[in-house]
């Protein structure tokens, strides 16, 4: 006798992208690229208040670590990560961020510090320890290579806090924070043609 499967938080994924994600995955760069605009505008006060540790600014990072984590979460699908961070990146380049084309790197980088999570647990699994790893994940591909390419003069003991404070920035702004945004677009149907919208893990 056929039995309905048990939901687990486990969701497999077919790894071909349909127009829809595509779509979907668009809006959501486009629009998180706005917020990370916003975010980036915000970063000349942190700078000033961090200025006499600069360390500390890694808790102000996790803001541009939620597209990744956020379109992992929601599209499901193999690439999905890297392709809503490197798309949020180049929309806050467009609109005219301080930092210029350099984002698209630092978007691709961050993007697959989230990607390698999901593909870790074989795009299979999307509860809150998945997504505080995918946000740790990133925000840890943030310190480093925010170390490499800006922070080159400091002291290794500021590098490794900067390391350490963007992966817990990671953690909460764009692990925690991006799994409860999912929960709540889920809840009004939005996200009716995802797994995401679906599934008991939501």
Do not use: H
Not at 67 to 76: E, F, M, P, S
Not at 125 to 152: C, H, K, M, Q
């Amino acid at each position: 006798m056929a039995t309905s499967p048990v939901r687990t938080g486990t969701s497999p994924t077919t790894g071909q992208w349909r127009v829809v994600d595509i779509v979907v995955a668009s809006v959501l760069a486009v629009a998180v690229g706005v917020v990370f605009f916003a975010w980036s505008a915000g970063y000349s006060g942190i700078s000033v208040l961090t200025a006499g540790f600069p360390p500390l600014a890694g808790l102000y990072s996790g803001g541009w670590l939620i597209a990744g984590v956020l379109g992992g979460l929601i599209i499901r699908k193999p690439g999905a990560a890297i392709y809503c961070e490197m798309l949020a990146a180049a929309v806050s380049a467009l609109i005219g961020t301080q930092w210029g084309l350099g984002v698209l790197l630092s978007g691709a980088i961050q993007g697959l510090g989230a990607e390698l999570v999901f593909l870790l647990f074989l795009y299979r699994r999307w509860n809150l320890p998945v997504a505080l790893l995918a946000g740790l994940a990133a925000g840890l591909a943030l310190g480093i290579s925010e170390n490499i390419l800006y922070n080159a003069l400091w002291t290794i003991e500021f590098k490794l806090l900067y390391v350490l404070f963007a992966a817990a920035s990671g953690v909460v702004i764009a692990g925690l924070l991006s799994w409860l945004a999912m929960r709540g677009l889920a809840r009004t149907g939005a996200l009716s043609s995802f797994a995401a919208g679906r599934t008991a893990d939501v």
